[in-house]
């Protein structure tokens, strides 16, 4: 007899089943809640086969319908484990599918193609994800050392194949793992006392489709994160040299050259939120002669390039550093999957000297 395949895991048997090996037929039996067929059926595949025909309230179907009709069942008994939202409309039309199958029917609809193979695929993935967060969940990233945060990137760097869009399965699952894994970095940037990245981070999450808001920010626990930041406090000091020599007033717009209002941050909670921000200034001495500023920084938050680890300098912190730059690249992933989208970010406040 010529070796066959299972058509759910691919492992080769050579014996009379058309789609499943003897270990996978077994399994079957288990996920979809049947006993064991009795020791005289012959066909233990088909009578599984028959099973679900019935189980589906259709009688009488030619063993082909059968074949089919199971492997549309089976499916969506693997996806209905993986309860993802954005699997909803591919559970609706293989049910759809599974409902068109008809004992005087001429032809089989099928409005969503897939292989048992390719579910199943799947279903370990997200099994093998889930146990990932589990694990997560135990470390204490304040003992960390980088081998454990190489080893912990490595573990979770399967869900961002960019090769698994090409399937609408496939790519609604990885869609889904990706957006599971973000919110668990929003979770972990809050923690870690990365307000605005987590902020900014979980705006850009998409729910399979929506487009996220541009922000406007104007709260005072922003505005301090900015004006204590020695980068703002350089670029403060630039502008009024340049600027606010023997002048009552100044402004510094987008007409202004870009070296001047463009703003890099050197570190913390705005580095990893604000990467090519501009600065826009008008400034205003008051009747004490100090300077007061409005301030509005624009950014468009997106991840776009992959960034090396020398782009996050802070060798003081090189864990920190290495999630940083490893998260942006897997930040350019999920862009590609829509995951994270692209939003336009304003932040604004006023300050004055001896504020900063």
């Not at 009795?38 to 059968?66: D, Q, S, V």
Request: hydrophobic fraction near 35%.
């Amino acid at each position: 007899m010529d070796e066959k395949r299972c058509i759910l895991c691919n492992k080769p048997y050579n014996y009379k089943y058309v789609m499943f090996g003897r270990g996978c037929l077994d399994n079957l039996y288990d996920l979809l809640g049947f006993s064991k067929s009795p020791r005289i059926i012959w066909n233990k595949e088909l009578y599984l086969c028959t099973r679900i025909a019935w189980k589906n309230h259709k009688f009488f179907l030619g063993k082909k319908k059968k074949y089919v009709l199971a492997q549309k069942y089976i499916a969506l008994t693997y996806i209905n484990t993986m309860n993802y939202e954005a699997l909803k409309d591919i559970k609706e039309k293989i049910s759809n599918d599974i409902k068109n199958i008809k004992t005087f029917s001429r032809n089989i609809v099928e409005t969503i193609s897939f292989s048992l193979n390719e579910i199943y695929k799947l279903v370990n993935y997200v099994h093998k994800f889930n146990e990932t967060l589990e694990e997560i969940k135990k470390i204490n990233w304040e003992e960390a050392d980088e081998k454990k945060a190489e080893n912990f990137i490595k573990s979770i760097s399967f869900i961002f194949d960019l090769t698994e869009k090409t399937s609408p399965i496939s790519y609604a699952v990885f869609y889904s793992m990706q957006y599971t894994f973000w919110q668990v970095v929003v979770i972990g940037g809050m923690l870690a006392n990365m307000k605005l990245s987590a902020r900014l981070l979980s705006n850009s999450l998409s729910i399979f489709g929506q487009k996220p808001q541009d922000l406007v920010i104007e709260d005072d626990e922003t505005t301090e994160l900015i004006i204590k930041n020695e980068r703002f406090k350089e670029k403060i000091n630039q502008l009024i040299k340049k600027y606010g020599k023997n002048k009552e007033d100044f402004i510094v717009d987008n007409e202004a050259p870009k070296e001047d209002i463009l703003i890099r941050f050197n570190g913390g909670d705005l580095l990893y939120a604000l990467h090519d921000a501009t600065m826009l200034t008008k400034a205003k001495k008051d009747k004490d002669n100090k300077w007061n500023f409005e301030i509005e920084i624009n950014d468009i938050y997106d991840f776009t390039d992959f960034k090396d680890l020398k782009e996050y300098s802070d060798s003081e912190e090189r864990l920190r550093d290495i999630f940083s730059s490893t998260l942006n690249n897997l930040g350019v992933v999920s862009s590609e999957y829509g995951v994270i989208q692209t939003f336009n970010l304003k932040i604004k406040f006023k300050t004055k000297e001896g504020e900063f």
